[in-house]
């Protein structure tokens, strides 16, 4: 590189601010530079003798370069001042610009944290934006800026195509690959893309998040694509700096892992060096776009400044180590390629140097003095938007009926004139609406295709919709959700399916932390709605066990902005989905259908054969309200149930008991809501009760019962005689032995007796 450690180490470079350092570092280089320089290239020429960067374009990138190691000092140095609020810096991967110098912004992007160069640079693709004054209303977390409206700092633009996130463990990884298999599969269904159809997706990440858990999700997935021939046509930009805040990535370990890895085409990049780096960046990226096949690209960066601000690496890092990493500064090589080729003097690298550290600091200063988020409702407001009357009017509309008849087998074959049926049955028919509804709509998931899933609730829809719109995927619940993502960022609907709601848990930060989150941080410029699919709840006979009666509703409860029906019977299950899709359609919002797998297949409610839970399919113009419960006998007020899914039929057989042993009118509230729980509803319920059983068939910690009852108290009614019947804080068992830590029958009568005693 351009320099080397000096032995001894002088003693400025001892100093504990390493921000400090590297400034001094490039003033004294500049200042003190003796090289000989060559002519003045012309513009068009290459900076550098047998390199593919043209004079100009090095200008550019050099600015860019610029831009971000300011934006990174002014930050350093007005946290103190409490004036800026974040100081993860993108010092020494400032050759990341080259990606975006080669790249179009149309090309969707998905970066780390380090990507300031990046941004600058893309920021020129259209004119008459400041990627400064962006960058530091962002710092400065004012209302005003435009990437997030002052929720976090995150590197986003929604002109740009810069998807803001906040990931930092490689979580956006799938998403990203989902958006690349997005492109393709809009070609094939006939969607019409919002971007080019040859664009390719950029994904930025550490090499130590190489190593987490989801990026080895997208890299396999990728290489499954691949291996298939299936067009997947994403850039992993791997920006490796060998190190993971103090823990150090393995010499080699990078090229070892990824260099011979089937189904992922490997580049290697200098991103120290502009002048080298350029070619190689621009192979990988051109035969990204040419190929449509997923490509590896290495690009070699150092870290300065420590991980954060906060992060003094003095302490605890080789000093000897520290001035490595800093003579290896991108930008000391970029000012020696300026000085050398003779394209700037010193004295005009000192001047831009200067001049966009004042500028930095200026907009700082204005940025400071921007509005800043102060009302809770101002900021909640992007998180779940609710239109209700547009969302209603959504879910009500009809499909052509020509359409409809095509799809059901002629006009008599048409749900709602064909006998009551039960819940797997009509999330079927429904099912096969909502995709003739919404022809960019997807069904995809693990044996959701050719054997109609697991239930055979899926059935029929690949013969109807053909294999572009209903598909089998890989094994792998984050890249089903990921794929989920990509296809809602190009303006399709997915439906994904969650096989089974215990396999949810080992991907729920698809949804906690990626999709449920992308409205909230890019302040409602971007949007992944979707609407997911989730066979789960207990008791189901036969097939038993923990994996497959999974009642933690709690993992989908604490998930902001997330919206979760639960519905009991068939009819219901229709005007569920199509209220679940138009809330997506229209608001954006991510909706988790939660499928009772017992019952699916129920006809019956108090006795065999009595058929009493067979309903016919609704008019295709009926739909649910988001919030609104199901209530039985509403006239009743002796005891109020509340209750969801397997609880309701389970309550409704307790109430004839109830009845005929006590005496009284039992309601029972079905709340087919879940996330979030309509408070006032509940009250509403509550309002004439004398006495109230909450019967919840999720665990006792952390339920929806707990919600219910919250609700209750919150509300005034506290003081109403109270019983909650739940299931216990254990794994389902397998056999019998599940039906002994789940709520029954005789569980809910036996807590109503207990009410009567003691009043």
Sequence with gaps: MVAVVPDPIP??????????????????????????????????????????????????????????????????????????????????????????????????????????????????????????????????????????????????????????????????????????????TARRIGHGLPIPDDSVVICSFGDASANHATA??????????????????????????????????????????????????YFFADGLDLASGHAQVQRALEHCRRTRRPTFLHLRTTRLMGHAGTDFEIEWRPLQELCAAEAADPL??????????????????????????????????????????????????PLAPYTPAAVHAEARRVPAAEAREAVFGGAAQLPERQPPRHLAIQINQALHDLLCKYPSSLLFGEDVAQKGGVYTVSKGLLKAFGP????????????????????????????????????LHNAADQLRGEACSLQFFSNDQYRNPMLVRIAGLGYQKGFGGHFHNDNSIAALRDIPGLVVGCASRGDDAAMMLRTLAALAHVDGRVAVFLEPIALYMTKDLHAPGDGQWLFPYPAPDQALVLGEGRVYAAEANDLVIFTYGNGVPMSLRAARTIEAELGWQVRVVDLRWLVPLNAGFIAGQAA??????????????????????????????????????????????????AMCVLPSDNAVTSAARVLAQDH
């Design 11 to 184: 003693a400025r470079m001892k100093g504990l601010n390493r921000a400090e350092i590297c400034d001094a570092n490039f003033i004294e280089f500049v200042q003190h530079w003796d090289g000989t320089a060559a002519r003045r290239p012309a513009g068009d020429a290459p900076i550098l003798p047998g390199s593919t960067l043209d004079a100009q374009d090095f200008d550019a990138l050099f600015e860019s370069q610029l831009v971000s190691r300011h934006l990174d000092l002014m930050a350093r140095v007005l946290r103190v001042q409490n004036k800026v609020f974040y100081t993860i810096g993108s010092s020494g991967h400032e050759g990341n610009a080259l990606v975006a110098r080669l790249a179009r912004h149309t090309d969707p992007a998905f970066l780390h944290y380090r990507s300031g160069a990046f941004m600058a640079e893309r920021f020129r693709q259209l004119p008459g934006m400041d990627p400064v004054m962006d960058a530091a209303l962002s710092f400065a977390a004012s209302r005003d800026d435009p990437a997030s409206g002052g929720r976090h700092k995150v590197w986003g633009s929604k002109p740009l195509w810069v998807l803001p996130q906040t990931s930092t463990i490689a979580s956006h990884l799938p998403k990203a690959l989902g958006t690349a298999l997005a492109i393709e």
């Design 216 to 265: 080895q999700t997208a890299f396999n997935t990728a290489a499954w694509a691949a291996y298939q021939r299936l067009p997947a046509p994403v850039l992993f930009v791997c920006e490796d700096n060998g190190i993971g805040i103090s823990v150090k990535t393995p010499d080699g370990w990078i090229a070892d892992s990824f260099s011979h890895r089937p189904g992922l085409d």
């Design 332 to 381: 000391l090589r970029s000012a020696q390629i300026a000085l050398e080729s003779g394209w700037m003097t010193p004295a005009q690298v000192m001047a831009r140097y200067e001049a966009m550290r004042a500028r930095c600091f200026a907009a700082a200063d204005a940025a400071d003095q921007r509005p800043k988020l102060g009302e809770l409702a101002e900021i909640m407001a």
């Design 468 to 503: 572009r719109r209903v598909f089998n995927t890989l094994l792998d619940e984050t890249m089903i959700l990921g794929m989920a993502q990509g296809l809602a960022n190009l303006g399709m609907l997915p439906i994904p399916e969650i096989q089974y709601l215990a396999y």
């Design 688 to 737: 004439d009760a004398q006495r109230v059983l909450v019967v919840d068939e999720g665990r006792h910690s952390a339920g929806v019962g707990e919600g219910v009852i919250t609700a209750l108290v919150e509300a005034g009614f506290g003081h109403l005689p109270l019983q909650r019947v739940c299931g216990a804080d254990t794994y389902t068992p397998l056999a019998g032995a």
